[in-house]
């Protein structure tokens, strides 16, 4: 299995989008400063995830996710996540 997968810093007040297939330990690695692009926004909260079968499908979602209209998607499925959230709680 394949992940793709976002990150956000309260610190930088980004997010990161990668993809990988061990989600658990890439996600240590960005924390534990392992990876440089990341080491300047310790601590990240995975706040998506997606499942893909193979590498390519995943590949192709993370580069959409990363260009102007995957943002946007991203920004508003987030947005309806946490309304939906808030409404609940």
């Known amino acids: 299995m394949?992940?793709?997968y976002a990150l956000w810093s309260n610190k930088l007040?980004?997010?990161y989008i990668g993809f990988t297939e061990n989600i658990e330990k890439r996600f240590k690695e960005h924390n534990?400063?392992?990876t440089p692009f990341t080491?300047?926004?310790i601590p990240?909260?995975?706040i998506y995830h997606?499942?893909?079968k193979d590498k390519y499908s995943a590949r192709k979602r993370e580069i959409f996710l990363k260009s102007?209209?995957?943002r946007k998607y991203l920004d508003d499925m987030l947005q309806k996540a946490v309304r939906g959230f808030s409404a609940e709680g």
């Open 2 to 4: 394949y992940y793709i």
């Open 13 to 15: 007040k980004k997010r």
């Open 32 to 34: 534990a400063g392992k």
């Open 39 to 41: 080491k300047s926004g």
């Open 44 to 46: 990240w909260t995975l």
């Open 50 to 52: 997606e499942t893909y």
């Open 68 to 70: 102007g209209q995957g």
